[in-house]
């Protein structure tokens, strides 16, 4: 554990788990800047009926920043959990209804998802990276012509290839807390996750994108272990960093991590992470069992050894 490390990490989703489970180990300074794009499942359904932030990303995340004691691992299960029923709560996630509670007794989104922090006992903050629920426009090629799809289950489910994205609407308030913790931090770090719906927004946010492109932190890139279907598919971990680099030309990256045992093409990986003017890092940090996850404590030993290096 690196005491006073300031630790941000921009994802959502099953990525943003990955790495805050990993970071939480690293570091006792560490905050999550969530997407708030979702509009599928019980997240699109309480965000449509009650105008709120969809809450099932910022739940994972504060799911991800549990203990590894009873208390941490029984609070994670029931926030987790999703009621199965014939009625209006079948596929409800609980942890996603305590949110939205908390949010109108409290009138304040950053105070509810405190409130729950403490209740979890968990290991960082978790803040939303904009203050208006977002939606995703993306653009996708299929069969030679481009067409605009958007929300994000639309663009993770697509059958074309997404080219770019953009936000609706275009120039959204970020949170303010977010802003502040990313000039504040030592490191930030991007991915790995769904690399257009949950990676990429944070740079289309005009104030969060500001922050991140002038904060004094450093800046690393994890990426995935594999492509994802629908959204990414047929990508190299390179066509990852020159999609980022598409998105965010003037973004300064130091290092770029990624899993040895996907790497096929070393010499293109490292051209690419040398044009944000980074290096590139390979290490074992995947699952030992061969599935395309990240093993926590695999990757939080790698991320200790880069963050204690001198710059």
Same mark, same amino acid.
């Given at each position: 554990?690196?005491? @006073?490390? *300031?630790?941000?990490?921009?994802?959502?989703?099953?990525?943003?788990?990955?790495? &805050?489970?990993?970071?939480?180990?690293?570091?006792?300074?560490?905050?999550?800047?969530?997407?708030?794009? #979702?509009?599928?499942?019980?997240?699109?359904?309480?965000?449509?009926? %009650?105008?709120?932030?969809?809450?099932?990303?910022?739940?994972?995340?504060?799911?991800?920043?549990?203990?590894?004691?009873?208390?941490?691992?029984?609070?994670?299960?029931?926030?987790?959990?999703?009621?199965?029923?014939?009625?209006?709560?079948?596929?409800?996630?609980?942890?996603?209804?305590?949110?939205?509670?908390?949010?109108? *007794?409290?009138?304040?989104?950053?105070?509810?998802?405190?409130?729950?922090?403490?209740? %979890?006992?968990?290991?960082?903050?978790?803040?939303?990276?904009?203050?208006? $629920?977002?939606?995703?426009?993306?653009?996708?090629?299929?069969?030679?012509?481009?067409?605009?799809?958007?929300?994000?289950? !639309?663009?993770?489910?697509?059958?074309?290839?997404?080219?770019?994205?953009?936000?609706?609407?275009?120039?959204?308030?970020?949170?303010?807390?977010?802003?502040?913790?990313?000039?504040? !931090? @030592?490191?930030?770090?991007?991915?790995?996750?769904?690399?257009?719906?949950?990676?990429? $927004?944070?740079?289309?946010?005009?104030?969060?994108? @500001?922050?991140?492109?002038?904060?004094?932190?450093?800046?690393?890139?994890?990426?995935? &272990?594999?492509?994802?279907?629908?959204?990414?598919?047929?990508?190299?971990?390179?066509?990852?960093?020159?999609?980022?680099?598409?998105?965010?030309?003037?973004?300064?990256?130091?290092?770029? &991590? !990624? #899993?040895?045992?996907?790497?096929?093409?070393?010499?293109?990986?490292? *051209?690419?992470?040398?044009?944000?003017?980074?290096?590139?890092?390979?290490?074992?940090? !995947?699952?030992?069992?061969?599935?395309?996850?990240?093993?926590?404590?695999?990757?939080?030993?790698?991320? #200790?050894?880069?963050?204690?290096? *001198?710059?």
């Amino acid at each position: 554990m690196i005491e @006073d490390l *300031k630790v941000v990490a921009l994802g959502g989703g099953h990525g943003l788990y990955a790495s &805050l489970s990993a970071l939480r180990r690293v570091t006792s300074e560490l905050t999550a800047v969530v997407t708030v794009a #979702d509009d599928g499942g019980s997240s699109g359904r309480l965000r449509r009926e %009650l105008g709120v932030l969809p809450p099932g990303d910022l739940r994972m995340a504060l799911a991800a920043l549990c203990g590894d004691d009873e208390w941490g691992r029984t609070w994670s299960e029931v926030v987790q959990h999703r009621f199965r029923s014939e009625g209006d709560l079948h596929g409800h996630a609980v942890g996603n209804l305590l949110i939205v509670a908390l949010w109108e *007794k409290l009138g304040d989104t950053v105070a509810g998802l405190d409130w729950v922090g403490r209740l %979890l006992g968990a290991h960082g903050r978790v803040l939303p990276m904009s203050s208006v $629920p977002l939606d995703i426009a993306a653009e996708v090629e299929l069969d030679g012509r481009v067409s605009t799809v958007r929300g994000q289950v !639309a663009c993770a489910l697509t059958p074309g290839r997404v080219q770019a994205i953009s936000l609706v609407p275009e120039d959204p308030p970020a949170c303010p807390e977010a802003v502040q913790a990313v000039l504040d !931090a @030592d490191w930030v770090v991007f991915g790995p996750g769904s690399w257009f719906t949950s990676v990429l $927004p944070h740079l289309m946010v005009p104030q969060l994108a @500001d922050a991140l492109h002038t904060t004094e932190a450093r800046r690393l890139v994890a990426l995935n &272990l594999a492509p994802q279907p629908g959204e990414t598919d047929g990508f190299s971990p390179q066509e990852h960093l020159e999609v980022l680099r598409r998105h965010a030309p003037s973004l300064e990256i130091d290092v770029v &991590l !990624a #899993d040895v045992g996907v790497i096929e093409d070393r010499e293109e990986l490292e *051209k690419a992470a040398t044009e944000f003017g980074g290096r590139l890092v390979l290490a074992a940090v !995947a699952d030992e069992d061969g599935s395309p996850r990240h093993d926590a404590q695999r990757l939080a030993s790698v991320l #200790d050894e880069i963050f204690r290096e *001198k710059r």
